[in-house]
């Protein structure tokens, strides 16, 4: 790579985002291959997600004892988990005893958005550009932007003239939002609403949940983690690695092999009692034939739905809970800490908008509109002080997508996905040489736990790269026919699941107005993902192609 102006600084590898993705690509790069790296993060702070989702009630639904490392047998040892599942803080606090330990923090660059990378074909090399101007040069680009980091604020009219404050889940204020005395309203009831709720419940005045679509939950079980339970995961840490990183989902524990329908009623519900009682996302590994069989889900349906009926006093609240338009697990399954026994409050309230929509926002709150006996639309009024959007993400793609990225011959990301996120083992794009993506569409991701989907990620990239250095290639980069047979495997691996089947699933972008109908994560297991992966590898990167 030839030196250019001094305006520019020269790097072997650029990572973009200072999350779980970004660290350990950094130790990787720099520590395992003596490569010239920095990270960029826009945070002033390294934590990924976790830096800006700090919400009420935030919380992983990864078990601590697995939401972690485990490419470091004396990481493990020195940290201690507090809870069965961590709070951001905790979660960033782990993340900055990671970053001091192996001495990274002098490598990343902190208040450093990308606003664009540009592939120059003469050079063969990555032209980034900070929002504050600055350039760097890099062989190899990285995004390491994380699955869940841009805000999807929906588009409702008058929301500037609201005379109250009003906040995104995903952007939340770090010195945190009083509720006291607040009449507040929340929007959107997934996994981020689920969470919220109860906790605002407890400050605000009054609390009214906008359920825009109901869903599933099941109790998280939560609680302190004992010296007991730190040390069995400490003693057993090389059993629980290979366990995360030889299933179907990266958690510490294995789908049953037996199905739904080939047991007995009576059984069943003991079975679901059970799981229950044990609480997080165990529960959808109650039966190994739940995303396959519809009638099989519906089982675990009307048991979570039945559930909720008996949770929540008010009939007709329990009901607009209760009525749910998917299979279980179809979209990403909530866990929760009392979020179903919230709507027995008197203090809360559920507006169900698939009987009155919300039609606009003005100065006191949130209109929504009802039929009135004639026919005619009546407009009722939610006077509100504080407005809490819980409407999830631009998935997988949106953070990507917001960064001007470039590749051969000023081809933009944007432009190469305009019709859904083609690529090549969720890693590479035709068209832009040298640019990896940590966790991309096309990848296990979100569909597992997620620091188990990273290590396999980072570390299928590094040893690249590394054959890279070893062969003396200067690009690599997949042909278009590699990414269509990703795509259909992809798309083949989804059908043969109840995933696609829902209307309004983030997996499919259908969040988003006019992003493309895609399943975007790959549905295979990780496991399975993991073993194509190595064998790509073990093939001379096999549907890659070097020096283009």
């Known amino acids: 790579m030839n030196t250019q102006t001094p305006t520019h600084e020269i ?78 803080g905790e979660i960033v606090a782990y993340l900055n005893h990671v970053t001091d330990r192996f001495d990274l923090r002098r490598s990343i660059e902190f208040g450093a958005r990308v606003a664009g990378a540009r592939f120059d074909e003469e050079n063969n090399c990555w032209d980034v550009e900070l929002a504050s101007g600055k350039h760097y040069r890099a062989r190899f680009l990285i995004t390491a932007v994380g699955c869940i980091s841009s805000a999807n604020i929906p588009d409702i009219e008058g929301l500037d003239s609201f005379a109250g404050e009003w906040f995104h889940t995903g ?63 400490k003693r057993d840490a090389s059993i629980i690695r290979e366990l995360t990183r030889g299933n179907t989902n990266g958690h510490g524990w294995r ?126 009024l939610h006077q509100l002080d504080t407005i809490v959007f819980a409407t999830g993400y631009d998935a997988i793609t949106g953070t990507l997508l917001r960064m001007d990225i470039r590749g051969r011959d000023e081809l933009t990301l944007r432009e190469a996905w305009s019709s859904g996120p083609r690529n090549h083992l969720g890693l590479q794009v035709d068209g832009f040489p040298n640019l990896f993506m940590v966790t991309g569409p096309g990848s296990p991701s979100v569909l597992t736990n997620m620091p188990a989907a990273i290590e396999q990620h980072v570390e299928w990239i590094s040893e690249c790269i590394a054959y890279m250095l070893e062969h003396e290639h200067t690009t690599i980069e997949s042909p278009g026919a590699s990414a269509e047979w990703w795509v259909k495997e992809v798309n083949d691996a989804a059908n043969a699941t109840l995933l696609p089947k829902v209307k309004h699933s983030w997996y499919l972008g259908a969040n988003v107005p006019g992003k493309p109908r895609v399943f975007m994560p790959y549905a295979g297991g990780l496991d399975r993902y993991r073993d194509i992966c190595q064998q790509v590898a073990n093939d001379s990167y096999r549907g890659f192609v070097f020096d283009r």
Request: with cysteine.
């Open 171 to 233: 952007q939340w204020p770090h010195d945190g939002v009083s509720f006291d005395g607040k009449r507040v309203g929340q929007i959107g009831t997934g996994s981020t609403g689920i969470q919220a709720a109860p906790v605002i419940a407890e400050t605000a005045s009054h609390l009214t949940v906008f359920q825009r679509t109901a869903n599933y939950s099941v109790p998280a079980r939560n609680r302190a983690l004992t010296d007991e339970d730190r040390m069995t995961h």
């Open 255 to 380: 789908i049953s092999e037996q199905n739904a329908l080939e047991t007995s009623p009576e059984d069943r519900k003991l079975i679901y009692e059970k799981a229950w009682e044990t609480g997080g996302l165990k529960f959808r590994s109650s039966f190994a034939d739940l995303l396959a069989s519809k009638q099989a889900n519906e089982t675990a349906a009307s048991f979570i739905k039945e559930k909720i009926r008996q949770i929540v006093k008010n009939p007709e609240t329990a009901a607009s809970l209760a009525d749910i338009d998917h299979p279980y697990a179809a979209k990403r399954p909530p866990i929760d800490t009392h979020y179903f026994e919230t709507f027995n409050k008197d203090n809360v309230t559920l507006v169900d908008l698939a009987k009155t929509p919300i039609s606009k926002i003005n100065r006191d709150g949130l209109v929504c509109q009802d039929i009135g006996a004639n026919g005619s639309f009546l407009e009722i």
């Open 11 to 88: 790097l072997d590898a650029l990572i973009i985002g200072a999350g779980f993705s970004g660290l350990y690509q950094l130790y990787r790069l720099r520590e395992k291959l003596g490569l010239s790296v920095k990270v960029m993060e826009a945070g002033d702070g390294v934590g990924g997600t976790w830096y800006w989702n700090r919400y009420p009630g935030a919380r992983c639904d990864s078990e601590s004892h697995v939401y972690c490392y485990t490419f470091s047998k004396e990481l493990t040892e020195d940290w201690n988990w507090s809870e069965r599942y961590p709070g951001p």
